[in-house]
């Protein structure tokens, strides 16, 4: 059987992350692929019950470690009850944020060791690693622009200051430096047309 590939869509705040999600998903299903999309945190019915402790407004302020924890924990049963079986069956999952962003806000933005945090991901990733990682960059002033336009409870990383914000988005790219056979970085600064083209075009030379 033939195995499912994994697309994850990263960036800061305000990237346009959801947006374009919905754009490859019909790209694919047009090449006769069958598509999930999901989240993180979230993405199966145990990781939807940590995702409000992470990311409502008037979430626990936890310490950087504990933050991670929970959303390793979440990882680890999205991981087990959504994204391996559908893999395993052929289904290309594309995911709203992964591993990448907790090497990105709780890693280069809260400072925890990036060798234990890649310790604990390989712990529990049972090998699951994205096939292509679209990391959408944007200067964190027009991100949160952006972001603050949406009206959700869902945004207490939107609320961390500015320095915070700008060690995130250093992360990505750093990560993109360091894998650059999985990671691209898109411009998305542009205009989502643009940006939409730029990314299918992207899947298409890096995996049909």
């Known amino acids: 059987m033939v195995h ?15 947006t374009q999600v919905a754009y490859i ?9 069958r598509v999930l999309l999901t989240r993180e945190p979230g993405g199966s019915a145990g990781a939807e019950l ?21 959303f390793t924990a979440a990882r680890r049963d999205h991981i087990l009850k959504t994204i391996k079986p559908a893999l395993e069956e052929g ?18 933005a809260q400072h925890l060791s990036l060798e234990i945090l890649t310790t604990i991901y390989n712990f529990i990733s049972e090998g699951v690693t994205p096939d292509l990682t679209l990391i959408l960059d ?8 952006r972001a603050h336009k949406r009206a959700s409870h869902e945004d207490r990383f939107e609320h961390m200051n500015l320095q915070f914000h700008h060690e995130v988005r250093k992360g990505f790219l750093e990560i993109a430096k360091n894998h650059p056979e999985r990671c691209i970085v898109i411009n ?4 989502e047309p643009q940006i939409k083209d730029t990314l299918l075009k992207t899947i298409q030379s890096h995996l049909f």
Do not use: H, M, N
């Open 25 to 33: 998903k019909e790209f694919l299903e047009s090449r006769a692929q």
């Open 138 to 145: 944007i200067t964190p002033e027009i991100g949160l622009t």
């Open 50 to 70: 940590i995702r409000g402790l992470l990311v409502d407004r008037e979430a626990y302020s936890w310490d950087a470690l504990t933050e991670y924890l929970l």
């Open 4 to 18: 499912g590939k994994f697309i994850t869509l990263e960036g800061g705040e305000g990237a346009g992350k959801t």
């Open 91 to 108: 289904i290309w999952v594309i995911c709203d944020r992964f591993y990448d962003s907790s090497i990105a806000y709780q890693g280069y």
């Open 188 to 191: 998305a600064e542009e205009s």
